[in-house]
Each structure stands twice: as C-alpha cells, then as structure tokens.
Nanobody
Framework: QVQLVESGGGAVPTGGSLTLSCEVS????????MSWYRQGPGKQRELVAT?????????IYADSVKDRFTISRDNAKNTLYLQMNNLEPEDTGRYYCNNPSGRLDWGQGTQVTVSS
C-alpha cells in the first residue's frame, strides 16, 4: 500500500521561501510520474507541478508557479520535494503530493500560509 507523508509547510511573509517534502512508501519514485497539488481557502484542489519518471526527465508547472517553484526527487530517500521561492499570498493553501491522476490515497497534506 502506498503512503504519502507531506511536511515542511509553515507561515512566511510575501517573498519568502519554503521547501516541502513528501516521503513515499510502497512505491519506487524513480519509476513514476508524481505531482504536487494545492487547495486554497474556498478553492478546488489544483495541480501545480509534475515530475516525470527518471527516464523521461521532465518537469511541468502550472503557469501560476512557473519560475518560482521547483519540483525534484531524491531516489535514495524516495522523497519528493517542492522548492517554493518568492511566495505570494495566492500560494496559501494545503499542499499534497500524489500521482498526476490523483489516484493514490491522499496524505494529510502540509499547510502553507503566506502573509501580505
């Protein structure tokens, strides 16, 4: 059974940075596409970044986070990361990892709050 455990959220001012982590068990990250999602207050969950398996070597970002967020993976630790720079209040929300179809059991997520 695949388990996803997100961490690293917090409260930062506008322009701040955070790095989120997603520890994955039950699945070898290197062989799968994985994504970060977020759900802001009163909003639907949206996909913000995707990383391909190691063979394809691709990353894809939502326009709203392009050039500010970086998705990466540590195969040895089987952990997915999201480096977030130049954070804006609009980035506030709960962040989750999952595969691009959202078919894995969702973790608890980690809260990111950006103050203006």
């Amino acid at each position: 059974q695949v388990q996803l455990v997100e961490s690293g959220g917090g409260a930062v001012p506008t322009g701040g940075s955070l790095t989120l982590s997603c520890e994955v068990s039950g699945l070898a990250l290197r062989f799968f596409y994985m994504s970060w999602y977020r759900q802001g207050p009163g909003k639907q969950r949206e996909l913000v970044a995707t990383i391909s398996d190691e063979d394809d070597g691709k990353t894809i970002y939502a326009d709203s986070v392009k050039d500010r967020f970086t998705i990466s993976r540590d195969n040895a630790k089987n952990t997915l990361y999201l480096q977030m720079n130049n954070l804006e209040p609009e980035d506030t929300g709960r962040y989750y990892c999952n595969n691009p179809s959202g078919r894995l059991d969702w973790g608890q997520g980690t809260q990111v709050t950006v103050s203006s």
